[in-house]
């Protein structure tokens, strides 16, 4: 098993940034992907970013590309996303989420996920 614990959500402004963070403990595996969905209210869990562990490759949804950044530190655990220029559509439970990585056309697919957090709430005012 692999336990997921998401911190750093809160209330901000649109236009200003949070940082999230997932730490990861448990069973660790290779080639792995650690993702990061999101979930507004009546609506779907959507993708919103990801990280291979081999080649530290990084992949975002079109909605937030060149305003978050993935990231991580292996010797801590976790995998960060750092969020800029926040807008009120981007409010949400923000989720992180671990996996194997099978491929980049699986990166955004939320059954390719095994294990998830509980979710951190992100609500941006207009």
């Known amino acids: 098993q692999v336990q997921l614990v998401e911190s750093g959500g809160g209330l901000v402004q649109a236009g200003g940034s949070l940082r999230l963070s997932c730490v990861a403990s448990g069973r660790t595996f290779n080639n792995y992907?650690?993702?990061w969905?999101?979930?507004a209210p009546g609506k779907e869990r959507e993708f919103v970013a990801a990280i291979t562990s081999i080649g530290i490759?990084?992949?975002?949804?079109?909605s937030v590309k060149g305003r978050f950044t993935i990231s991580g530190d292996n010797a801590k655990?976790?995998?960060?996303?750092?969020m800029n220029s926040l807008e009120s559509e981007d409010t949400a439970v923000y989720y992180c989420a671990a996996?194997?990585?099978s491929g980049q056309s699986f990166?955004?697919?939320t059954n390719r996920y095994d294990?998830?957090?509980q979710g951190t709430q992100v609500t941006v005012s207009s």
């Open 37 to 39: 969905f999101r979930q």
């Open 57 to 62: 490759n990084t992949y975002y949804a079109d």
């Open 115 to 117: 294990f998830w957090g």
């Open 77 to 82: 655990n976790t995998v960060y996303l750092e």
């Open 107 to 109: 990166i955004a697919r």
């Open 33 to 35: 992907m650690m993702g």
């Open 99 to 101: 996996g194997y990585y």
